[in-house]
Nanobody, 118 residues
């Protein structure tokens, strides 16, 4: 059973940067697309960035140009570099493997809190 462990969150001022990491157990990590999701208080969880097994990327309009997703298949890890952070980026961030129909492949991890102060 694949386990996902997110880390790297914290408190940062608007305009600052953070780098999130997601370590995944399991040897088949490299075969699947991975994504970063976030859930703000009183809002639904949303997919903000995804990367295919081949390295192709896609971003939500709200983070395009500011966030960069990457992966290291040798380390079974996916990253999210977040620059020019805004208060509206405040949320708990999770990683998972998106599949068709808006579902995900694995159980959710504990997430990592990102708080951006104005």
């Amino acid at each position: 059973q694949v386990q996902l462990v997110e880390s790297g969150g914290g408190l940062v001022q608007a305009g600052g940067s953070l780098r999130l990491s997601c370590a995944a157990s399991g040897s088949i990590f490299s075969a699947y697309a991975m994504g970063w999701y976030r859930q703000a208080p009183r809002k639904q969880r949303e997919l903000v960035a995804q990367i295919t097994s081949g390295g192709g990327t896609n971003y939500a309009d709200s983070v395009k140009g500011r966030f960069t997703i990457s992966r290291d298949n040798a380390k079974n890890t996916v990253y999210l570099q977040m620059n020019s952070l805004k208060p509206e980026d405040t949320a708990v961030y999770y990683c998972n493997a998106p599949v068709v129909g808006g579902r995900v492949r694995y159980s959710w991890g504990q997430g990592t809190q990102v708080t951006v102060s104005s």
